[in-house]
């Protein structure tokens, strides 16, 4: 039995219809802090397929009058809401932390994006959403509108439980759809402080709704769910590929973002310091668990030693520990499973015969026995066809790979089933060209780490790694409305 620390330990609510609902279920599940098992950072639903109906019914209800807001009057709801989250940014970047176990910092960092994102998207709803398009009767005039969907399901992950969900979610509201939002079960609570920003900014009943509860309950009911229109999804091929068959047996639209095993290919004449801050950032910050995060380290064989030492050294200074301490560098896995499937590819790596070159175990210092902590991973003498160098991992495990030549790393870094990000470090052009051209990635970035887009830039991977969509930027009006083409004659 789980001890619970702290006082006024709050129970979260379901939020449908603009008001805050308790399951039909009567159950509730704990949040845990990875960071310390035993404390409880508070109690979510555990919601059933009559949550979500309720949930459906409030968005179908409000989206009429919701869409036939001007897109400017969308948007000063969403410029209502980024000020509210900007004024309690502190808090729910503390619940953030608590509660999925990333570092105050990067917490903060990311509910800062947040707010940027809804600003960002509430400026979209003064953009033209349509063209006049050159009609063979002169007489008459033919324009194109673009439409919203209707009801939107959200599903989004723990690993980023507020960037993910607005930047989803901002875009969806901004183009006059309503949404019901399915939160990650780790980073529930996280969601529950969003919802009531989005309440307090006052959005009209039944436009935001958010069900808590298990992916093959609330997941699968809004893949089945004949009153949404469109499903957008982060997480896991294994599910995203359901999501995808789900909603494309009813006909319904779909967007899916999935895994990486994300390469940075080091060259000779790289700076060596800055692709090692790169790589380590890219790899390791968040403790790995990112879909962007570096995975694969190619380094070119006159400089692989060089790197190596450096790298390790760098690695070395990692301070492991609770998020909310300001020493604190990388934080611990998001919760026990993800914890375990972590060691599980370090011990693959070493039975396959990488070299484990540092960490790879749980850490052993004060204050860590109780958290879901595991040391930084360094291997080398990897093979590209290793478990460790094709799978996902998501958590802090680097593969050093020694190459040749350019066209070497190339090959090797596009020989697994993901293509989301990649990066290189070289000071020429013709490498950086071949690079940019060569490599199967949707996101390639020259002397910069694998991880992270800026929220005006699409993004999405390439094969398994998306459905072929794009997030962000202008180009979620893409997913996100229909094209309704219009002929008029006098």
Known sequence: MQNVIGENVKTYMNFINGEWKASSTNEVKSSINPANKNEIVGYVQFSSREDLDAAVAAAKLAQNAWRKLSGAARGEYLYKVANVIERRLDEIAETMTKEMGKTFPESKGETARGV?????????????????????????????????????????????????????????????????????????????????????????????NMVTGQGSVIGQ???????????????????????????????????????????????????????VEGTISGGLRSTGQKCTATSRVF???????????????????????????????????????????????????????????????????????????????????????????????????????????????????????????????????????????EMEAGLVRINAETAGVELQAPFGGMKQSSSHSREQGQAAIEFFTSIKTVFVKG
């Not at 982060?234 to 973002?257: D, F, I, M, P, W």
């Not at 020493?327 to 611990?332: L, N, Q, S």
């Not at 993800?338 to 790596?349: A, F």
């Open 116 to 208: 940027a994102i809804l600003r960002y998207y509430a400026g979209e709803g003064m953009r033209k959403v349509g063209d006049v398009i050159p009609s063979t009767d002169s007489e008459a005039l033919m324009f194109t509108s673009r439409v919203p969907l209707g009801v939107v399901g959200v599903i989004a992950p723990w690993n980023f439980p507020v960037a993910i969900p607005i930047w989803k979610m901002a875009p969806a509201l901004i183009y006059g759809n309503t949404v019901v939002l399915k939160p990650a079960q780790e980073a529930s609570i996280t969601a529950a402080k969003l919802m009531e920003c989005f309440e307090e900014a006052g959005i009209p009943s039944g436009v935001i």
């Open 221 to 275: 009911g809004m893949i089945d769910h004949p009153d949404i229109n469109g499903i957008t999804f982060t997480g896991s091929n294994t599910v995203g590929k359901a999501v995808g068959q789900g909603a494309l047996a009813r006909g319904a639209k779909y967007q899916l973002e999935m895994g990486g095993k994300n390469p940075v290919i080091i060259l000779n004449d790289a700076d060596l310091d800055l692709a």
């Open 299 to 437: 380094v070119q064989a006159d400089v692989y030693e060089v790197f190596k030492e450096k790298l390790l050294a760098k690695v070395s200074e990692i301070k492991v520990g609770c998020g909310m301490q300001g020493e604190t560098w990388m934080g611990p896995c998001a919760s026990e499973s993800q914890l375990n499937t972590v060691l599980s590819y370090i011990q693959k790596g070493k039975e396959e015969g990488a070299t484990l070159l540092y960490g790879g175990e749980r850490p052993k210092e004060n204050g860590t026995e109780d958290g879901f902590y595991v040391q930084p991973t360094v291997f080398e003498d990897v093979r590209n066809d290793m478990i460790i160098a094709q799978e996902e991992i998501f958590g802090p495990v680097l593969a050093l790979i020694k190459v040749e030549t350019i066209e070497e790393a190339l090959q090797q870094a596009n020989d697994v089933e993901f293509g989301l990000s990649a990066s290189i470090y070289t000071k020429d052009i013709s490498n950086m060209l071949s690079f940019i051209n």
